[in-house]
């Protein structure tokens, strides 16, 4: 069987700790709650939770970034860069385009107010490897809203 994504996180953790790594073992160790939090309350997509994770620091850099913090906007997108790790491997840009195209298909979509019958046929495929705004920003593209 394969390892979870939690199982790696706790070994990093421990990885880490003996390196002396103390800002990624703060970030291992939130990781490693959310994940242990997911799991207690039935919801075992570790890949949701680490994209969600993901998402907040992300959106917390830009945040401390228009309000003049830069050395706090690093520090968060570089909590980003540890849980990206854990992340599936991101869809380049030309795969993106022909799973939006051939859910524009399956879906008959084609004009922009179908856009939501297309989502919800590429979400299932996407699985956490395209970000869903990056996703919906390729539907609206190629739907041409």
Do not use: F
Request: net charge negative.
């Amino acid at each position: 069987m394969s390892e979870t994504i939690l199982e790696r996180v706790q070994a990093d953790t421990r990885d880490a700790m003996r390196a002396g790594e103390k800002s990624r073992v703060g970030t291992l160790r939130m990781l490693a709650s959310v994940l242990q939090q997911d799991e207690k309350l039935g919801d075992a997509d570790e890949v949701a939770a680490c994209q969600r994770e993901r998402k907040k620091r992300l959106e917390a850099a830009e945040a401390y970034r228009d309000a003049g913090r830069e050395e706090t906007a690093v520090g968060e997108e570089a909590e980003a860069a540890v849980i990206e790790a854990y992340l599936p491997a991101q869809l380049p840009d030309d795969e993106l385009a022909e799973l939006v195209s051939a859910a524009i298909e399956e879906a008959g979509a084609t004009e922009p107010k179908d856009m939501g019958a297309v989502m919800g046929v590429l979400m299932s495929k996407v699985q956490g490897r395209a970000d869903g705004k990056r996703v919906s920003e390729a539907v609206r593209t190629q739907l041409g809203s």
